[in-house]
């Protein structure tokens, strides 16, 4: 029982949830669905699987149709997150995605400047 256990430790996840949107006025060199960017950015990471909802953001009061991409990983695969968040903020010029992590604290992955 108690090598099982363990067993089960080591495949436990926990879900990370990044807000984005693929909505910029200025990006016009992307044009597959975002989906699919999403899936090569996630698998570039070595990050298979995740959940995708679109969902209404808002950014300084403007409306604007944005996703919510959850991810479940283990503390292995996490190490690689906020590089991943850094990548599809860049792909799409956003001034910032939104970085849900496992304790509920949110982290906002920002353009450098």
């Known amino acids: 029982m108690v090598a099982m256990n363990n067993k089960r430790q080591e495949n436990i996840m926990k879900l990370y949830t990044i807000n984005a949107t693929w909505v910029r006025p200025n990006v016009t060199t ?17 990050i298979d699987g995740f959940t995708l909802y679109e969902v209404d953001g808002y950014w300084m009061g403007v409306n604007e149709v944005s996703y919510k991409i959850e991810v479940a990983l283990t503390d292995e695969q996490a190490k690689s997150i906020l590089e991943v968040c850094e990548k599809l903020r860049a792909l799409y010029d956003q001034d910032a995605v ?12 920002e353009r450098g400047e």
């Open 98 to 109: 939104m970085l849900t992590y496992p304790d509920n604290s949110v982290e906002f992955i």
């Open 30 to 46: 992307l044009r597959v669905p975002y989906s699919h960017t999403v899936s090569n950015v996630l698998g570039d990471y070595g």
